[in-house]
């Protein structure tokens, strides 16, 4: 991808009709020295890496025939703050995890309105947080292993019941 500076239009969300609370997964990720900086990000700083989802609902918009959370194109990026956004979680690694091992990890769900029904889900996953803006490291990685819904309370931590 060197040399890549955009252009590529991405269809986010896959049809989907339920409420889970969480997203459960295991994680191993490495934190880069950022060498591709800018007004996001500067040069010389540790990378961060991010997972987010979000459910969403309504028409979506349409991209080669089919319909999805959202599209990106024309400078436009994800707002969880959306109107289309029924909920939404992230974590976000400032830096490296411990060992060469894998972490798990839990990201609750917060819900705008338990009245509106989602129809699409979207799961992104990044080694660098704001490598949608071509900004962040080239040496940082991520590996995920397990990922799960999580639908009933019990599952969850006592400090996120």
Known sequence: MDGLTGHGVLGLGRPFASRPLALRGYIRYISGNVDKGGEKIANGTQDKGIIYVALTDGEGEEFNGTRWSFVTKESKFFDKNGANVVAYGDKIWEASTEGEGM???????????????????????????????????????????????????????????
């Open 103 to 161: 972490h798990e990890f839990i990201i609750p769900f917060e819900y705008k309105s338990m009245e509106r029904i989602p129809n699409r889900i979207m799961l992104v996953a990044a080694a660098s947080q704001f490598g949608d803006y071509f900004q962040g490291s080239t040496g940082s990685v991520m590996w995920l292993d397990d990922l799960e819904l999580i639908y009933e309370e019990s599952k969850l931590p006592e400090n996120l019941r």
